[in-house]
């Protein structure tokens, strides 16, 4: 996502500035090349020297991305920069350097990069609670969210004063993810995506369940890739215990029952729909109100859950439907059959009992089948797997194939 692309990042004077050099190291670990301007103030909490080795590359140490600091060390800096850069982002961003860009001021090398840029402009401000909730500031920040300005942040916390309030930069991370989705493509805006994930559980009694092995990771990466391209996405989690993306509507649910009821409240609002959950295939037929003692013994009669793919996708209006398919072995026979007898647009197989493409684990080796063709893809990450299966469906739903 970020390979070879340009990064212009702008430190201010904020006791947060020290979290720039892990966000420098981010940005590089993914393949950007980071120039750095730094205000006179931000040179109080952090040296030049500590963000010149940060953005240093580790396979070629004199990478040449020196630390830009007085507007009249280099001349013209304050077009050169910002004219090589694919995205300007401040952060930390203070009150000062938001109220300076939103009303046209420059009087030193940041805020004067920054009027002579063009391009997208991701800020993350930090500061106390006071001045964030300040009429005179929120003013500054909502005329630059007015004219295409993305923020990220605050969080609400500890602040460096001691005070507890809304004013913490942002987390690194959600930094990270707002820079992805600004350089992303946005090819599926205005789409709705639905998405379910992770496992159900069926009850046995208040102690016990069956359930399964999903982790939900490859539902949640789904989901955060889709919003990443601009979809409205709304997440439908079985129990898991992994964090949702920023943006998403998450509806929790334990049940298979549950999540089937989440989805036909839903599916109707929804121009596609991914069905990654891994939902109890049985359940018991009766669940106990206390917890069966070990003395007693235990004997389970089991029935079928509801087929919620088998339901979508008999539905007049339905929505593109992606189904998955997790098989011990190369069961693409079965995977087939699934798409053809559930009458859906896409089926996503993955043989389980391979290393790497469990459950719970960050990589996925699937084949992409489809009414036209199967696409096989070699072990990668999750979410390189989301962003290969959004690519196939705007091919077959825009495109034709």
């Given at each position: 996502?970020?390979k070879?692309?340009?990064?212009?990042?702008?430190?201010?004077?904020?006791?947060a500035?020290?979290?720039?050099?892990?966000?420098?190291?981010?940005?590089?670990?993914?393949?950007a090349?980071v120039?750095?301007?730094?205000?006179?103030?931000?040179k109080?909490?952090?040296?030049?020297?500590?963000?010149?080795?940060a953005?240093?590359?580790?396979?070629?140490?004199?990478?040449?991305?020196s630390?830009y600091?007085?507007m009249?060390d280099?001349?013209?800096?304050?077009?050169?920069?910002?004219?090589?850069?694919?995205?300007?982002?401040?952060?930390p961003?203070?009150?000062?350097?938001?109220g300076?860009?939103?009303?046209?001021?420059a009087?030193?090398?940041?805020s004067t990069a920054?009027?002579?840029?063009?391009?997208?402009?991701?800020?993350a401000p930090?500061?106390?609670?006071?001045?964030?909730?300040?009429?005179?500031f929120?003013k500054?920040?909502?005329?630059?969210?007015?004219?295409?300005?993305?923020?990220?942040?605050?969080?609400?916390?500890?602040l460096?004063?001691?005070?507890?309030?809304?004013?913490?930069?942002?987390?690194i991370?959600?930094i990270?993810?707002?820079?992805?989705t600004?350089?992303?493509?946005?090819?599926?805006?205005?789409?709705?995506?639905?998405?379910?994930a992770?496992?159900?559980?069926?009850?046995?009694?208040?102690?016990?369940?069956?359930s399964?092995?999903?982790?939900?990771?490859?539902?949640?990466a789904?989901?955060?890739?889709?919003?990443?391209?601009?979809?409205?996405?709304?997440?439908?989690?079985g129990?898991?215990?992994?964090?949702?993306?920023?943006?998403?509507?998450v509806?929790?649910?334990?049940?298979?029952?549950?999540?089937?009821?989440?989805?036909?409240?839903?599916?109707?609002?929804?121009?596609?729909?991914?069905?990654?959950?891994?939902?109890?295939?049985?359940?018991?037929?009766?669940?106990?109100?206390?917890?069966?003692?070990?003395?007693?013994?235990?004997?389970?009669?089991?029935?079928?859950?509801?087929?919620?793919?088998?339901d979508?996708?008999?539905?007049?209006?339905?929505?593109?439907i992606?189904?998955?398919?997790?098989?011990?072995?190369?069961?693409?026979?079965?995977a087939?059959k699934?798409?053809?007898?559930?009458?859906i647009?896409?089926?996503?197989?993955?043989?389980?009992?391979?290393?790497?493409?469990?459950?719970?684990?960050?990589?996925?080796?699937v084949v992409?089948?489809?009414?036209?063709?199967?696409?096989?893809?070699?072990?990668?990450?999750?979410?390189?797997?989301?962003?290969?299966?959004?690519?196939?469906?705007?091919?077959?739903?825009y495109?034709?194939?």
């Amino acid at each position: 996502m970020l390979k070879d692309r340009s990064i212009l990042l702008g430190i201010t004077g904020s006791v947060a500035a020290y979290k720039s050099i892990e966000l420098i190291k981010g940005l590089r670990h993914e393949g950007a090349s980071v120039k750095v301007v730094m205000t006179e103030a931000s040179k109080r909490f952090i040296t030049p020297l500590s963000i010149e080795l940060a953005t240093e590359s580790p396979i070629e140490p004199a990478s040449g991305n020196s630390v830009y600091c007085d507007m009249f060390d280099s001349p013209l800096s304050h077009v050169s920069l910002p004219a090589d850069a694919d995205l300007f982002v401040v952060a930390p961003a203070t009150a000062n350097i938001i109220g300076k860009y939103a009303n046209g001021i420059a009087d030193d090398l940041l805020s004067t990069a920054l009027l002579a840029f063009n391009g997208k402009v991701i800020i993350a401000p930090a500061m106390n609670w006071r001045m964030y909730e300040n009429p005179v500031f929120q003013k500054n920040l909502q005329y630059l969210v007015s004219i295409g300005v993305k923020t990220v942040g605050p969080e609400r916390g500890s602040l460096a004063c001691g005070e507890e309030g809304i004013g913490r930069m942002a987390d690194i991370e959600k930094i990270m993810e707002a820079i992805r989705t600004a350089l992303s493509k946005q090819d599926i805006a205005g789409e709705k995506v639905l998405v379910t994930a992770g496992p159900t559980r069926e009850d046995i009694d208040p102690v016990r369940y069956i359930s399964n092995r999903s982790s939900g990771k490859m539902g949640y990466a789904i989901a955060k890739i889709a919003k990443r391209r601009g979809a409205d996405v709304t997440l439908i989690s079985g129990p898991v215990a992994i964090k949702p993306p920023d943006g998403v509507d998450v509806i929790n649910v334990e049940t298979a029952n549950e999540m089937h009821a989440a989805v036909m409240d839903n599916i109707s609002r929804s121009s596609i729909f991914v069905m990654s959950a891994a939902v109890a295939d049985f359940m018991p037929a009766e669940s106990k109100g206390r917890k069966i003692e070990k003395k007693e013994g235990l004997s389970l009669d089991l029935i079928k859950t509801g087929d919620i793919l088998e339901d979508a996708g008999r539905l007049r209006n339905k929505p593109f439907i992606v189904g998955f398919a997790a098989e011990t072995g190369q069961r693409l026979d079965r995977a087939r059959k699934k798409l053809v007898d559930k009458n859906i647009d896409v089926i996503v197989f993955n043989d389980v009992s391979k290393k790497g493409s469990g459950f719970d684990v960050d990589t996925n080796e699937v084949v992409i089948i489809d009414k036209k063709a199967e696409k096989r893809l070699p072990l990668m990450s999750k979410d390189d797997v989301a962003i290969a299966l959004f690519d196939r469906i705007i091919e077959l739903k825009y495109n034709n194939g």
